[in-house]
């Protein structure tokens, strides 16, 4: 009834001695409550709300934004299913106030939900300090819902609690991990939904098994940044990496950046490698940080790195998304090791802020891959699109 699993392996049998009984339970929703053979379910009929849904951004939308925004608003009217392609930075956010308001003044509920925890942080600042008169309900680890769940961001895992409420989501960041392999939170997103809904899926890096989905008429393509600059294009660099001891080109490379005042994300394949790392270099390096997604303080570490604690931050691909800072350039050690469209995500750092729209990106190698070379093929590409509609300057 919870998560909707058509799985046995997901149902777990034992028997009580006490009720004299076999008791059935469901493991895969066991963190959001356990559903039981005993337990009675009570479901909150859904209701809709109208408000005005006004909104603010303090600068104009671009071309491109102000063709996307539209495309997004009619797939909303007419009920049609959307897949926004766009490159990070592309300014998705924005794109989908428009929707979102005509969503509210219909007195549709909406949802805008991402499998990644981080990203739900970063659409909430936006969001809330775009729709400063609206309830937004804020979900994600343990967050109590507050109002009524008429405008919710969360992360998918929490639609679970939803059944037939929502008649627009919008999934951020679609391709992420675990939403991308995991079947039964797939399905979560339609059993949120009602019968007559719209779902806008976006991201910058679509699996072929998504873009098979659509008609070419409904999927958006945006191959240009808001600030009409264009994507930054990787620099290889053979590296053979030595965790055990700091090594000269590395350490000098973090030290010029810092001098430039320049921010560093420097992305590692593993969380044993980052911890090997860390020994190694958090006594080298002053004002350096080690973030992986089963560190206790990451969101701590992470508000410190925007409050400017840190100038090069140690990370595993838990950054790759949803993360945005001025002044950011990008090291990607054992790039060899990593897909095309990691590379593209953990490059997309890089360059994304108005009054920093350029930076670098270094794939630190041991021999380039195929991978790598189609990261890189595919950037050139979106900036030549960019530059073939006039989307982007010089």
Known sequence: MQCGSIYRRHIHSYYSPLLQRDILYCRYCLQLGRMDSLSDVYITQTYNVATSAEFNIPFKLSPQQHYGATALLEAVKSRQDQLLHAVTGAGKTEMMFPALQYARQQGLNVAVVSPRTDVVIELTLRLRAAFQQECI???????????????????????????????????????????????????????????????????????????????ASNIITLPARFHRQPLPIPQFQYFKLTPQRPQTNLVRLLCRQQA?????????????????????????????????????????????????????????????????????DVVVLNSHTFTQHVLIQMSG???????????????????ISTQMLKAKHALKRMNRIAQQRGWIDG
């Open 260 to 328: 430039a005042g320049r921010i560093t994300l420097v992305f590692v394949h593993s969380i044993k490698l980052l911890r090997q790392l860390e020994h190694t270099y958090q006594k080298v390096l002053v004002q350096s940080a080690f973030v992986s997604s089963d560190d206790a303080l990451r969101m701590t570490k992470v508000q410190e790195l925007r409050a400017g604690k840190y100038v090069s931050v140690f990370t595993t691909t838990i950054l790759e998304r949803g993360f945005t800072l001025a002044k950011l």
């Open 137 to 215: 309900d804020v979900l994600y680890r343990g967050q109590p819902q507050r109002f009524n769940g008429h405008f919710v961001i969360a992360t998918v895992h929490q639609l679970l609690r939803f059944k037939q409420h929502f008649q627009l989501v919008i999934v951020d960041e679609v391709d992420a991990f675990p939403l991308a392999m995991d079947r039964v939170l797939q399905h979560s997103i339609t059993l949120a939904s009602t019968h007559d809904r719209c779902h806008i899926y976006m991201t910058a890096t679509p699996p072929k098994s998504l873009l098979r989905q659509f008609k």
């Open 349 to 367: 750092r890089v360059g994304r802020k108005t009054e920093a729209p350029t930076g670098n990106v270094w794939f630190y190698h041991q021999g």
